[in-house]
């Protein structure tokens, strides 16, 4: 990848944030939030894709763009009222805008007349502003994107920058005369961090008088001992003025305050030459070394008026004192009590800006990888631990604990850099719903809730595809058309709701309308019609609802656009399960229906009780099992097709015996073998009899069909501490097996 | 690291000390030679392209899987990767293998995949010509659908092993 390539794609990363963002906005402004906050947060993001834009070359894109934005600006200056119609314009613009993004993306080109109709509409809507005041604009716009920077300094003195040279500094002499201030300046890290450029700063100076920069460039470690984004630079400036004050000098640095440690100093008239320089020395000296004498003098300019401060750190009445005498003095006035809140304001800075970095995801995985086989090695070194062992190497054990705990808590750290909010996916749906709405001539409203939830990231990749086709479903089949609408007595506007929620180790994501329910007659008619279920066979509601995961399956009286051709909700179910979810519907005639799925919150690792069924291990996700039973305890029951039901808390729970539903031979005594009572999704329970419980562990999921084929009733295998492979029982599939079992 | 390790580690030289012996039979042998790795199944030897072989492991149990057919033995563990281990005796209707430490299973890759299968023994490396591929005669099913050719070396019938046909194209409820 060149160079510019890299670049390339970190504008295209960049994009998509900040396309998130507008839509966020633009959600925000169309429930009526019009607040100038947002649109100043709306004119940074479409000038931010701008500018990018016209580093690259996407010109179409630029020239859409700069419309948008000269409206947005019409808008922020009042000059256009941000009515329903222009916000409706935005949200259209912000969908071109999308567009032109993914087409430079992509490397497609779009159609010449692309995104003109609104750029004409921008332009009408911004006619009726004088031709100058646009190009004023254009001016503007220009002067911020594209002049570059220039080093020039007001006044008739040259900027003097001196050479690199630190032998060179130490010898300078300068003259000091009446009306000369000295100022050392002493940027913190925090201070670039920020994009604060000190080259600003001196020019602001310039514009108060001659100045003279000088770098001090001794404190800069050798190569080796280099960070490249820490501040090794002070800098000192004498400016000459009769007029200037110091609170004049004091307010050009006022934005980078708490960043930066200053000195202001007037030098006095007949001061030798050499004496400025030493003056400064001890507060840029100690400065340099961030000794607690740094953080006091910073925290002395943050406390005390700046006279004061000047007195005191002005060398001329204390002349025959050495800079080294004086340090102590500085540190004295300032009294522990009055330290803390000058140390709260860097903090304070900090809170304000999350820091964050961009990694390759690649790279995390490799982590995420890596802790997967530390926890299985760890679990492996707990195992080996017999009783002998335990009593003879106490110190080994008690390591082992810690390594347990340490391994965890990497684990859990590793997990949360991937887990990301479900906003990213979310965001998206907004426009899936505008143009369905508009296609269908529905009136769909969208409400999301719980967008902050966080969840893998590679299962919010995987959850696009499903949620578009269950919101498209919900549209085109749930969502009744306005008039029939009315006719029932319902809003105009149908809702579509989505939401995201943790519910122990599992999220939760609910799309929900308040449309007309699934139609089962029709369903359950269609079914027959294909063969999906057999002629006689009678099917409770719910699993009428069931039915439309099935493959090839579609009521719709025409395929449309939108949905119809019978693939989708089958994709739904099989992307779910693919990421080790499950899907649940449940509808309401006239009412409206809810689609659930339920998702791990993370793929790589699972939380599993090791049992045993006939001599071979199997585990089983701790998230879905609710309690466990010993068999002669429990309380079974007999139904007539000779399976048998379990009676817990009042409630009868089908019982599946694993031996027999996996066909291996039952060796074990009846009597000693356990009830494993699990949770297959929200409400149904299904109890599953193993021979034995070993125990607890966690385990990395493998798939099965990298090399083979799923098996039903499996979710994938994990490698247990010995070495041998563990297959994964899949509850919900077992559950379902028997469905399939009764529907053949 | 499961027992084993010492005897598949013997193994893997074993192998490597028989390749290295058979190359120079194949630099004679030129282009149109082909290099089997031959293995057996009671009295018969079967062959396999070396190139597809990626690993011989002595037997060490697998996991079985359930609902499976007959000849699927189950899965092992390679180095953090699931493979499946299919029975070849069984796969050819002559019952399953009861193995033992000494049974071998080949892992090759079959396309995408990678697969184990449990034979005998590991007997050697041949170098035959692609010119001696006889056509297996039509007759039975399970023969023309198993093996794609027939090689005699040194007066001993190898059967070429198609390796998609056991491990992809068998019917569901053998």
Redesign the interface.
């Known amino acids: 990848m060149s160079e510019l390539d890299e670049f390339k794609a970190t504008y295209f990363d960049e994009c998509s944030e900040l396309l998130l963002e507008l839509e966020e906005q633009f959600a925000a402004i169309q429930s009526g939030e019009r607040t100038p906050d947002r649109l100043n947060a709306v004119f940074r993001a479409i000038h931010s894709i701008k500018g990018g834009a016209g580093a690259f070359g996407f010109s179409a894109l630029v020239g859409f763009a700069h419309a948008f934005e000269t409206l947005l600006d019409h808008v922020r200056d009042g000059r256009i009222e941000m009515s329903v119609e222009v916000t409706g314009l935005c949200i259209r613009a912000n969908d071109i805008v999308a567009d032109f993004v993914t087409a430079a993306r992509n490397n497609e080109t779009l159609p010449e007349h692309f995104g003109a109709e609104e750029k004409l509409r921008f332009d009408a809507l911004c006619a009726g502003e004088n031709v100058a005041d646009l190009e004023g604009e254009l001016m503007e716009e220009f002067d911020l994107d594209f002049t570059p920077v220039r080093v020039v300094l007001k006044g008739d003195t040259e900027p003097v920058y001196e050479e690199p040279d630190a032998d060179r500094f130490e010898t300078l002499p300068f003259q000091a005369m009446a009306g000369h201030w000295t100022v050392g300046f002493k940027p913190h890290p925090a201070l670039y961090a920020r994009a604060g450029d000190p080259l600003l700063l001196f020019r602001e100076l310039a514009s108060l008088g001659d100045t003279h920069v000088r770098a001090m460039l001794s404190p800069m470690p050798v190569l080796a001992e280099f960070d490249a984004i820490g501040s090794y630079c002070a800098w000192e400036i004498t400016l000459s003025s009769p007029t200037v004050t110091e609170a004049a000098i004091r307010e050009v640095f006022e934005f980078v305050e708490g960043d930066c440690d200053l000195t202001v100093t007037e030098l006095a008239t007949t001061q030798p030459t050499a004496l400025p320089t030493e003056a400064l020395a001890p507060a840029a000296r100690a400065a340099d070394h961030g000794t607690t004498l740094a953080s006091q003098s910073s925290a002395l300019s943050d406390l005390v008026p700046p006279a004061e401060l000047t007195q005191k750190i002005d060398p001329a009445p204390a002349l025959p004192k050495s800079p080294v005498a004086a340090a102590p003095e500085l540190a004295r006035p300032s009294p522990v009590t009055e330290q803390t809140p000058a140390e709260d304001k860097p903090s304070e800075h900090k809170a304000t800006g999350v820091q964050s970095i961009r990694v390759d995801l690649d790279k995390v995985d490799r982590v995420v990888n890596m802790v997967g086989?530390l926890v299985i090695t760890q679990s492996m070194l707990t195992q080996q631990m017999d009783e002998t062992l335990r009593a003879k190497y106490q110190e080994l054990v008690r390591g082992l604990e810690v390594l347990a705990q340490t391994t965890r808590g990497l684990q859990d750290s590793v997990m949360s850099i991937r887990a990301q909010p479900v906003k990213s996916v979310f965001s998206r749906m907004p426009r899936l719903v505008r143009e369905l709405a508009g296609k269908t001539g529905k009136k769909i409203r969208l409400e999301t809730v719980g967008e902050n939830t966080e969840i893998d990231k590679t299962i919010i990749e995987q959850l696009s595809d499903p949620l578009t086709h269950m919101i498209r479903n919900s549209a085109d089949h749930g969502i009744e058309s306005p008039a029939k609408r009315s006719a029932a007595g319902k809003n105009e506007t149908g809702v579509i709701r989505l939401s995201a929620d943790q519910a122990g180790g599992n999220i939760l994501i609910v799309v929900e309308d308040d449309g007309a329910g699934i139609n089962r007659e029709r369903v359950l008619s269609v079914a027959r019609e294909r063969g999906v279920v057999a002629p006689d066979q009678q099917l409770t509601d719910e699993q009428i609802d069931q039915l439309i995961f099935a493959p090839g399956f579609s009521t719709a009286d025409a395929v449309s656009d939108i949905s119809g051709r019978g693939v989708g909700m089958d994709v739904v179910l099989s992307n779910i399960k693919k990421i080790g979810g499950s899907v649940h519907v449940r509808s309401i005639t006239g009412r409206g229906t809810r689609m659930t799925l339920r998702l791990p919150l993370t793929l790589a690792v699972l939380d599993v009780m090791l049992v045993k069924v006939s001599a071979?291990?199997y585990v089983i996700p701790l998230s879905s099992i609710v309690e466990t039973i010993q068999c002669s305890r429990a309380d079974f029951g007999r139904v007539p097709s000779g399976g048998k039901v379990l009676r817990v808390r009042g409630e009868y729970v089908e019982v599946i015996d694993l031996a027999e539903?996996?066909?291996?031979p039952n060796e074990a005594d009846t009597t000693n073998r356990f009830v494993v009572l699990c949770e297959t999704d929200g409400s149904t329970k299904v109890a599953l009899i193993v021979d034995d419980i070993i125990g607890q562990q966690q385990v990395v999921i493998?798939?099965?069909e990298?090399?083979?084929e799923r098996?039903?009733?499996?979710a994938g295998?994990t490698?247990l501490g010995?070495?041998?492979?563990?297959?994964i029982v899949d509850v919900q599939g077992l559950k379902s097996m028997v469905t399939h079992r009764t529907a053949a | 690291m499961p027992p084993g390790v010492a005897e598949e580690g013997t193994r893997n030289m074993d192998a490597l000390a028989i390749r290295e012996d058979s190359l120079g039979a194949g630099l004679v042998a030129g282009q149109n030679s082909l290099q089997l790795i031959a293995f057996s199944i009671g009295e018969q030897t079967y062959g396999v392209e070396i190139t597809t072989v990626r690993e011989i492991r002595a037997w060490n149990g697998a996991t079985p899987l359930p609902n499976s057919r007959d000849y699927v033995r189950g899965v092992i563990n390679l180095r953090g990767t699931i493979v499946p281990v299919f029975d070849l005796r069984a796969r050819f209707g002559e019952g399953r293998t009861s193995p033992t430490k000494n049974h071998v299973v080949v892992v090759m890759s079959v396309g995408e995949k990678w697969v184990g299968i449990l034979v005998d023994a590991v007997s050697d490396i041949l170098t035959v010509s692609r010119d001696d591929i006889h056509a297996v005669p039509d007759g039975n099913a399970v023969d023309t659908e198993l093996l794609t050719g027939i090689i005699t070396h040194d007066s001993r019938m190898v059967g070429l092993i198609d390796l998609h046909a056991v491990v992809l194209g068998a019917p569901t409820d053998a």
């Open positions: 086989e071979t291990p539903r996996f066909a291996l493998k798939s099965l990298e090399n083979f098996i039903e009733g499996i295998a490698i010995d070495g041998h492979v563990a297959l």
